[in-house]
């Protein structure tokens, strides 16, 4: 399974860094992506990045803002988040594909996820 933290509170502005962790589970063969559900909304594509490190962005809106890198020896994938805006909060998720891919029918081993809220 995958576990992702590091969420928290944060003003405008800020910076937090989600981990994407997994558990009997080796992070090397899979694509990881990492998606969110703001309240009262549909479940969206973040960004994935693929096992050879190539990244994919879902969401127009991060671009420019949000990073995602993955250590394989750590079996982690992270998602850097800058410059956050109050339209970034939402429940974040990872979970993990063959390949990167905007369908999220193709994603598997989903964990809970981790609450950001981006706030004042």
């Known amino acids: 399974q995958l576990q992702a933290s590091g969420g928290g509170l944060v003003q405008p502005g800020g910076s937090l860094r989600l981990s994407c962790a997994a558990r009997?589970?080796?992070?090397?063969?899979?694509?990881i992506g990492w998606f969110r559900q703001a309240p009262g909304k549909e479940r969206e594509g973040v960004q994935c990045?693929?096992?050879?490190?190539?990244?994919?962005s879902y969401a127009d809106s991060v671009k420019g803002r949000f990073t995602i890198s993955r250590d394989n020896a750590k079996d982690t994938v992270y998602l850097q988040m800058n410059s956050l805006k109050p339209e970034d909060t939402a429940v974040y998720y990872c979970?993990?594909?063959?390949?990167?891919?905007?369908?999220?029918?193709?994603?598997?081993?989903w964990g809970q996820g981790t609450l950001v809220t981006v706030s004042s």
């Open positions: 979970a993990a594909s063959p390949v990167c891919d905007k369908s999220q029918a193709l994603y598997h081993f």
């Open positions: 009997g589970l080796v992070l090397d063969y899979y694509a």
């Open positions: 990045i693929s096992t050879s490190g190539g990244s994919t």
